[in-house]
């Protein structure tokens, strides 16, 4: 019966040992989770202010890009105006000058 004590109490030590040992590496392996969890958070949160920012970047691009058409557009319609405005001029001078013989 005493070596069965003693068998079982060693048996309870070990096991007690190994039952320690486990609870510790859990609670390490949690610990390390968490800590790559709070990483990931914040990455994904840096990503997320990015994405923001990346937006509104081509939201401005867009913006300028039809404010320059716009211009494009008001640049070519004024060389058009200049170019059919030198013509008359040209007439005009032309006209003056026919009469002035």
Request: hydrophobic share 30%; charged share 45%; aromatic share 2%.
């Amino acid at each position: 019966m005493k070596v069965n004590h003693e068998h079982v109490t060693d048996e309870y030590r070990a096991m007690k040992t190994d039952y320690e040992s486990v609870s510790e590496k859990l609670r390490l392996a949690n610990r390390v989770r968490n800590e790559k969890e709070e990483l990931l958070n914040e990455k994904i949160k840096a990503l997320h202010k990015l994405s923001e920012g990346f937006q509104e970047k081509e939201h401005q691009v867009e913006r300028l890009r039809k404010e320059v058409d716009k211009l494009a557009k008001r640049l070519q319609d004024t060389e058009l105006l200049n170019d059919a405005l030198e013509i008359k001029k040209r007439s005009l001078e032309k006209q003056a000058e026919v009469q002035r013989r």
